[in-house]
């Protein structure tokens, strides 16, 4: 049995890192494991422009610990009046690397968010010309679709003809839930789609919501789906598909906002986040697959250099912390908190190059 794994670092490719206290307090959880992240622009107010992002990514590197080593890559927040000239500059600027959609309404913080495609038609158009990617949360937002059928209706209706009326744009079908999803991902053959995927969606169905009462941190968006979907996850993202690759989305409230009779939605699942993978991939016999859908697969979408570095993994249980707390108050539960998981982090190689 595989006692130690030794990897290049790896990446996480969908990450919400906040901003102020809160950003503080989570930032260490992510940088500890991971040399570059995808952020997301859904702050208030969201990150809409290059200006924007670049200071929003100074405030990130301002709070790093001084030993980290770690690249924020900046994402603008789509809105239906973002000029297209904003997110090409952005990107040849090298401060944006990608372009989040949120469907109006779909998420937290998505108020401002893209109402119909047809009205960022020339922004897609730019980004396609410059290879610019667009990370998609890929649920409906008729109010008349049932919740957990959100995702495979937005396949249908909304994913598909914006790839047929783009057909070079890079896509990243962000957290994929359904078993829909996976099998569109695995179908394509234009080469530019790809998705990420989460640790909550491989670990539990949409019964660890409701198992002896309501669940709140288990609630994030897309809710969890049915076990059927759940293994074809695990299926996915432990197959060796370049396809598919880490994305955490990990999504930090504190306990007030999710314990609460509307509470909201987002898993904090940083502290544990390579553990919980790693856990995965152990239980499926695809230890020989991680470092690809970690620390690889994701890069090369993207177009970026891989890691040099690389760290150390122990098959030695691991406990995640109960409760990170605020200096103002107030705490955040993170995903699995308070129990162990299998593997231990224990060495970061610094960068060779
Ligand atoms: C995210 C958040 O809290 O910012 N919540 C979530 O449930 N995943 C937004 C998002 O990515 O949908
Ligand atoms: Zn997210």
Known sequence: MTQTLSLRRPDDWHVHL??????????????????????????????TTAAL????????????EP????????????????????????FEEGV??????????????????????????????????????LLIHG????????????EAVFIETVLQPLLMEFPALKVVMEHITTEEAADFVSADTSGRLAATVTPQHLIFSRNALFTGGIRPHHYCLPVLKRERHRLALRRAATSGDPRF????????????????????????????????????FDEEGALDRFEAFASVNGARFYGLRLNEGRITLQRHPSEVPEDIFLPGGGAIHPFLGGTFLPWTLVEQGAESS
């Open 18 to 47: 906040r901003d102020g206290e809160t950003m503080n307090a989570v930032l260490r959880y992510t940088t500890r494991q991971f040399a570059r992240a995808i952020v997301m622009p859904n702050l208030k107010p969201p990150v």
């Open 53 to 64: 992002a670049r200071a929003y990514r100074e405030r990130i590197i301002a709070a790093l």
């Open 67 to 90: 030993d980290a080593q770690f690249t924020p890559l900046m994402t603008a927040y789509l809105c239906d009046k973002t000029p297209a000239d904003e997110l090409r500059r952005g």
């Open 96 to 133: 944006f690397t990608a372009v989040k959609l949120y469907p109006a309404g779909a998420t937290t913080h998505s108020e401002f968010g893209v109402t119909s495609t047809a009205k960022v038609g020339k922004a897609l158009e730019a980004m396609q010309a410059i290879g610019m990617p």
């Open 139 to 150: 649920e409906s937002t008729d109010p008349t679709v049932d919740v957990f059928d959100r």
């Open 245 to 280: 690759f880490l994305g955490t989305d990990s999504a930090p409230h504190q306990r007030v906002l999710k314990e609460s009779s509307c509470g909201c939605a987002g898993i904090f699942n940083a502290p544990g986040a390579l553990q919980s993978y790693l856990m995965v």
